[in-house]
Protein backbone atom coordinates (compact mmCIF):
# COMPACT_ATOMS: atom_id res chain seq x y z
CA UNK A 1 0.00 0.00 0.00
CA UNK A 2 1.59 3.39 -0.90
CA UNK A 3 1.34 6.06 1.93
CA UNK A 4 0.77 9.64 1.05
CA UNK A 5 0.02 12.57 3.44
CA UNK A 6 -2.02 15.89 2.38
CA UNK A 7 0.23 18.12 4.45
CA UNK A 8 -0.95 21.56 5.35
CA UNK A 9 2.03 22.84 7.72
CA UNK A 10 -0.05 24.30 10.38
CA UNK A 11 1.69 22.70 13.14
CA UNK A 12 4.72 22.60 15.01
CA UNK A 13 7.31 21.21 12.21
CA UNK A 14 9.54 19.47 15.40
CA UNK A 15 6.37 17.09 16.40
CA UNK A 16 5.23 16.84 12.84
CA UNK A 17 5.00 12.72 12.14
CA UNK A 18 4.47 12.71 8.73
CA UNK A 19 7.12 15.39 8.06
CA UNK A 20 9.58 12.41 9.69
CA UNK A 21 8.15 9.53 7.78
CA UNK A 22 8.77 11.87 4.74
CA UNK A 23 12.52 11.96 5.54
CA UNK A 24 12.34 8.57 6.02
CA UNK A 25 10.87 8.14 2.37
CA UNK A 26 8.14 6.07 3.99
CA UNK A 27 5.55 8.51 2.67
CA UNK A 28 5.03 10.91 -0.08
CA UNK A 29 3.93 14.46 0.81
CA UNK A 30 1.81 16.49 -0.94
CA UNK A 31 1.31 20.63 -0.31
CA UNK A 32 -2.03 21.19 -2.14
CA UNK A 33 -5.83 18.43 -2.66
CA UNK A 34 -5.13 19.17 -6.14
CA UNK A 35 -1.42 17.17 -6.23
CA UNK A 36 -2.64 14.65 -3.87
CA UNK A 37 -3.18 11.44 -5.66
CA UNK A 38 -6.82 10.11 -5.24
CA UNK A 39 -7.35 7.26 -3.00
CA UNK A 40 -8.47 5.86 0.43
CA UNK A 41 -8.54 9.22 2.94
CA UNK A 42 -8.13 8.67 6.56
CA UNK A 43 -10.74 11.40 7.26
CA UNK A 44 -12.63 11.16 11.01
CA UNK A 45 -15.87 12.70 9.67
CA UNK A 46 -16.42 10.35 7.01
CA UNK A 47 -19.76 8.31 7.63
CA UNK A 48 -18.28 4.91 6.60
CA UNK A 49 -15.54 2.90 8.93
CA UNK A 50 -12.06 1.62 7.14
CA UNK A 51 -13.03 -1.78 6.71
CA UNK A 52 -10.57 -4.95 5.52
CA UNK A 53 -13.25 -4.37 2.36
CA UNK A 54 -11.16 -1.80 1.36
CA UNK A 55 -7.81 -3.39 0.87
CA UNK A 56 -8.28 -3.50 -3.05
CA UNK A 57 -7.26 0.13 -2.87
CA UNK A 58 -3.58 0.96 -3.78
CA UNK A 59 -2.87 3.97 -1.54
CA UNK A 60 -3.57 4.98 1.61
CA UNK A 61 -4.17 8.96 2.23
CA UNK A 62 -4.00 11.36 5.40
CA UNK A 63 -4.41 15.04 6.18
CA UNK A 64 -1.06 15.94 8.03
CA UNK A 65 -2.76 19.82 9.63
CA UNK A 66 -3.40 20.58 13.38
CA UNK A 67 -6.26 19.06 15.02
CA UNK A 68 -7.63 22.63 15.14
CA UNK A 69 -7.75 23.03 11.52
CA UNK A 70 -8.93 19.86 11.42
CA UNK A 71 -12.39 20.62 9.79
CA UNK A 72 -14.74 19.02 7.74
CA UNK A 73 -14.43 20.67 4.71
CA UNK A 74 -9.92 19.95 4.80
CA UNK A 75 -10.89 16.68 4.09
CA UNK A 76 -12.52 17.40 0.85
CA UNK A 77 -10.11 15.58 -1.61
CA UNK A 78 -10.42 13.12 -4.22
CA UNK A 79 -11.09 9.31 -2.97
CA UNK A 80 -12.91 7.59 -0.43
CA UNK A 81 -13.55 8.63 2.71
CA UNK A 82 -12.82 6.23 5.54
CA UNK A 83 -13.08 6.92 9.64
CA UNK A 84 -10.56 4.40 11.40
CA UNK A 85 -13.36 2.42 14.36
CA UNK A 86 -12.48 3.29 17.86
CA UNK A 87 -8.73 2.69 18.94
CA UNK A 88 -6.53 4.93 21.55
CA UNK A 89 -3.79 7.28 20.55
CA UNK A 90 -0.24 5.84 22.12
CA UNK A 91 1.82 9.57 21.12
CA UNK A 92 2.88 11.33 24.02
CA UNK A 93 0.86 14.67 23.00
CA UNK A 94 -2.62 12.79 23.09
CA UNK A 95 -1.97 9.50 25.04
CA UNK A 96 -4.97 7.46 25.70
CA UNK A 97 -7.19 9.43 24.12
CA UNK A 98 -9.41 7.97 21.39
CA UNK A 99 -10.37 8.57 17.93
CA UNK A 100 -7.54 11.39 18.15
CA UNK A 101 -4.98 9.65 16.34
CA UNK A 102 -1.66 11.62 14.72
CA UNK A 103 -0.96 10.92 11.27
CA UNK A 104 1.70 7.99 11.87
CA UNK A 105 -0.79 6.09 14.16
CA UNK A 106 -3.78 6.48 11.69
CA UNK A 107 -1.93 5.61 8.90
CA UNK A 108 -0.67 2.43 11.16
CA UNK A 109 -4.01 1.76 12.35
CA UNK A 110 -5.15 1.72 8.62
CA UNK A 111 -2.98 -0.65 7.32
CA UNK A 112 -3.64 -3.11 10.07
CA UNK A 113 -7.04 -2.99 9.34
CA UNK A 114 -6.30 -3.32 5.67
CA UNK A 115 -3.98 -6.82 6.38
CA UNK A 116 -0.72 -4.93 6.28
CA UNK A 117 0.68 -5.36 10.00
CA UNK A 118 4.05 -5.68 9.35
CA UNK A 119 4.40 -2.35 7.41
CA UNK A 120 2.82 -0.28 9.79
CA UNK A 121 5.38 -2.05 12.45
CA UNK A 122 7.97 -0.61 10.24
CA UNK A 123 6.57 2.78 9.84
CA UNK A 124 5.47 3.01 14.04
CA UNK A 125 9.36 1.95 14.68
CA UNK A 126 10.44 5.07 14.05
CA UNK A 127 9.12 6.68 16.98
CA UNK A 128 10.03 5.84 20.21
CA UNK A 129 6.19 5.45 21.39
CA UNK A 130 5.60 3.54 18.59
CA UNK A 131 5.13 0.05 20.00
CA UNK A 132 2.69 1.30 22.71
CA UNK A 133 0.01 1.96 19.50
CA UNK A 134 -0.18 -1.38 18.61
CA UNK A 135 0.05 -2.89 22.23
CA UNK A 136 -3.16 -0.35 23.86
CA UNK A 137 -4.42 -1.39 20.64
CA UNK A 138 -3.27 -4.77 20.25
CA UNK A 139 -7.40 -6.54 20.55
CA UNK A 140 -9.54 -4.02 18.28
CA UNK A 141 -7.17 -4.07 15.59
CA UNK A 142 -7.21 -7.66 15.56
CA UNK A 143 -10.85 -7.88 15.52
CA UNK A 144 -10.92 -4.93 13.29
CA UNK A 145 -9.35 -6.80 10.80
CA UNK A 146 -10.97 -9.44 10.88
CA UNK A 147 -14.17 -8.10 9.96
CA UNK A 148 -15.55 -8.18 6.16
CA UNK A 149 -17.45 -4.65 5.95
CA UNK A 150 -17.52 -1.81 7.78
CA UNK A 151 -21.00 -2.63 9.13
CA UNK A 152 -19.21 -5.49 11.18
CA UNK A 153 -15.98 -3.08 12.13
CA UNK A 154 -18.89 -0.73 13.42
CA UNK A 155 -20.30 -3.50 15.13
CA UNK A 156 -17.37 -4.20 17.05
CA UNK A 157 -16.48 -0.89 17.58
CA UNK A 158 -20.11 -0.39 19.58
CA UNK A 159 -18.12 -3.06 22.34
CA UNK A 160 -15.19 -0.62 22.68
CA UNK A 161 -17.56 2.28 22.65
CA UNK A 162 -19.67 0.64 26.02
CA UNK A 163 -17.05 -0.33 27.84
CA UNK A 164 -15.08 3.23 27.64
CA UNK A 165 -18.69 4.44 28.92
CA UNK A 166 -18.94 2.26 31.82
C1 LIG B 1 -5.22 16.10 12.37
S1 LIG B 1 -3.72 15.32 11.83
C2 LIG B 1 -2.63 15.62 13.22
C3 LIG B 1 -1.22 15.24 12.81
C4 LIG B 1 -0.14 15.54 13.81
N1 LIG B 1 0.18 16.92 13.71
C5 LIG B 1 1.14 14.71 13.52
O1 LIG B 1 2.22 15.27 13.52
O2 LIG B 1 1.04 13.51 13.28
C6 LIG B 1 -4.01 13.55 11.98
C7 LIG B 1 -4.61 12.90 10.73
O3 LIG B 1 -4.67 11.48 10.95
C8 LIG B 1 -5.89 10.97 10.41
N2 LIG B 1 -6.75 10.55 11.52
C9 LIG B 1 -6.54 10.70 12.85
N3 LIG B 1 -7.54 10.17 13.58
C10 LIG B 1 -8.43 9.65 12.68
C11 LIG B 1 -9.68 8.96 12.79
N4 LIG B 1 -10.26 8.70 13.96
N5 LIG B 1 -10.31 8.58 11.64
C12 LIG B 1 -9.75 8.84 10.44
N6 LIG B 1 -8.58 9.49 10.27
C13 LIG B 1 -7.92 9.89 11.38
C14 LIG B 1 -6.54 12.11 9.62
O4 LIG B 1 -6.09 12.10 8.29
C15 LIG B 1 -6.04 13.32 10.42
O5 LIG B 1 -6.12 14.50 9.66
Request: hydrophobic fraction near 40%.
Amino acid sequence: MELHVRYEGDDDPEKCTARKLDRMDMVTLHRSARATPAGVVLNPFADRALSPADADHDRLIALDCSWETAEREAFDFAGVQRSLPFLVAANPVNYGTPFQLNTVEALAGGLVILGERDHAERILSKFRWGHTFLELNDEPLERYAACDDSSEVVAVQEEYLVEESE
